[in-house]
Structures are given as C-alpha cells and as structure tokens.
C-alpha cells in the first residue's frame, strides 16, 4: 500500500500567512505613471532642443547666403549696408580665450576648496565654507558685472596683475600691452576674472560631491600603509575624482561660453577700424563676445531682416558650440561611472 502520508499536505494552520503563489502581485500602476512621465518630460525636452536648433538655422541660412565675406574667419561685422559683410572670427576669439582663461584661474581653486571641505577642514567649519561658495551660485549676473567693472576693474590688484603679465609675458602675443589701450577696465582679462568667479561654485560643488564618494577603504589603505594626507589625496581621492572634477570643469565652460549680462557691461567695443587693421590677440583689449554682442545689438536689429539674421547666425554658433561643450561633459562623466 503506498504511503498516504507522502501524498497528503499538512492543514493550513489558522491564522497563518496564504502561500506565496496566492499572494496578490503588487500594483505597479505608480510606477509605470512614473516612468512614462520621465520619459515623456526626456522626450520633449530633445524635441526642444531640436526645435530651437531647426529655428536657429532657418533664420540665419538668408543672412548667409547674403553674407559677402567669409562668415568664419572675417573679423569686421558690417550688417547695415547691402551686400552684409559679417564674421565670427573676432566674437569667437574673444568667447572662447576668456573663457579659457577663466577656467585656468577657477579649476585650481575649486580643486583646492573641494579637497579643503572634504579632506582637511573640520566639519563645524566645512559647512560655512561650503555654504558660502554655493551662495554665489545664487547671485545675479548683474551684479557681478556692477562689480566688476566698478570696483574690481579699478582695483589696485588687477592693474598690478595686468602690470606683471606684461613685464613677465609681454612677449607672447596674448599678454602684450596695446599702446591705445591703457585703461584696465573694459579688457578681456577682467572679464576672464569675473567669469571665473562666477564658475567657481559650479566647479566647486561637483568636485566636492565627487570627492565625498570617495571609497572609505581606499583611504583608509593608503593611511595603513603610512601615507600622509597628501599622499592619500594623490593616490586615491584625485583619481577617484578625475572624470567628475573634468566633467565640472566643462560645464563650468560651457557657463562661461554662454555668460551674457556680466560681459556685456565689462567688455567695451573695438570700432570696426580697428577690427579691420591686423589682427590682435592680446587680452589686454576689449571686444565682444558671442552673446554681448547679441545683447547689445539685438534692440535695434529686431527691425532689420539682415542684422537680425546675422545676429541669429552668431547664436547658432554658440549653441553649436556649446552642446559640444556640454555633450563632451557627458561622454566623460559616463566614462568615469562606467570606470
């Protein structure tokens, strides 16, 4: 006779749980809503992105096939006669030396108040400092560009910074004194500065958080073995770091780039005979960026087809430039996650 007791299942207890199979599956409505809202919110912003690009091209392609010069390596800029002769090419040397120069200056300094905050100072003071930097993320341009060309441009230390690039560095083009330009405010170097400290947080808060996810046990190895603070911060928080510290530093660039109101009131205007003599790199003078020059024209261009045009051909190469700017952030912050 076989055995009943190998094919019979024990009575349910009273009270006790239902089995798993007969558990109701959990509602997953929440988050399908979710995921369907996030991706419709990804989608329409690369719509956007795709409108305004689309925009930009339409209204700049009149103004260029008009244009009676080399759009890219002409200097002068002459959109109230007929043909129009326009160039980026002085608009572009000026945005894109500031802002490299602003970075040199900013990227150092937030390195250091990052590995200051995170690594050296105690933490009843590296809340306040951190605080504090963050708190110029949320000043207005404006006031930055009041500053600077108030009080920092007159400043006794930028006419002695500007008085020891020249004597150290006047032999390369980019440091040499302009005879006609002798007055400090209005250069492209004050600018470079105030951008800088406008980059500063944005640099800062991402090395900081970047910093902070540093592994405990890499840290903790390289005390084992006898290294000191500043061994255990070259040899393991800064290679952690690296691809977020790069990432920062682009953004910060690409804020740079495309930094409007603060330029437009520093920068003063090269005239146009000066733009068509020889070419001077020095930043020591001024001129215009891609968007001061867009803010400045823009009010008495909004009734010319031609101007306007031209002035929406320069914003379209901003934006190019500065989605490749950002899209290059991207790649190395994902190269850094997938490292």
Do not use: Y
């Given at each position: ?7 019979t299942r024990p009575a349910q207890p ?29 989608i329409a912003l690369a719509v956007l ?291």
């Amino acid at each position: 006779m076989a055995d009943i007791r190998s094919t019979t299942r024990p009575a349910q207890p009273e009270g006790s749980p239902a089995p798993a199979s007969r558990l109701k599956p959990p509602s997953r409505v929440g988050d399908r809503i979710f995921s369907g809202l996030s991706a419709g919110i990804a989608i329409a912003l690369a719509v956007l992105v795709l409108v305004i690009l689309i925009f930009l091209i339409k209204a700049a392609l009149p103004a260029l096939s008009d244009d009676d010069a080399n759009f890219f390596t002409t200097r002068t800029w002459s959109t109230d006669s007929s043909p129009l002769e326009f160039g980026i090419a002085a608009m572009a040397w000026t945005t894109v030396i500031s802002s490299i120069i602003a970075l040199v200056i900013a990227v150092p300094l937030a390195i250091g108040i990052a590995l200051f905050i995170t690594q050296m100072a105690p933490r009843r003071l590296a809340g306040p400092v951190a605080f504090v930097i963050d708190l110029l993320a949320a000043v207005p341009s404006i006031i930055f560009g009041l500053w600077g060309g108030i009080v920092l441009g007159s400043s006794g230390v930028i006419v002695w910074i500007r008085e020891v690039l020249i004597d150290l560095l006047g032999w390369i083009p980019i440091f040499k004194a302009t005879p006609s330009w002798t007055d400090p405010t209005g250069t492209v170097f004050l600018a470079s500065v105030v951008l800088a400290i406008m980059i500063l947080p944005i640099i800062t808060a991402t090395s900081r958080d970047v910093m902070a996810q540093t592994p405990r046990d890499q840290i903790e190895a390289a005390q084992a073995l006898g290294a000191t603070r500043w061994e255990v911060i070259r040899t393991a928080v800064l290679p952690h770091s690296r691809s977020g510290i790069i990432s920062g530093s682009m953004l910060g660039l690409g804020r740079a780039l495309g930094e409007t109101l603060a330029v437009t009131l520093i920068l003063q205007q090269v005239s146009q005979m000066q733009l068509r003599k020889a070419f001077n790199p020095s930043i020591f003078t001024g001129g215009d960026t891609f968007a001061s020059k867009i803010a400045r024209d823009f009010s008495e261009a909004i009734n010319d087809p031609g101007a306007l045009g031209a002035l929406v051909a320069s914003a379209l190469s901003l934006f190019i430039i500065t989605f490749i700017v950002n899209a290059a952030a991207r790649a190395i912050a994902g190269r850094g996650v997938r490292r």
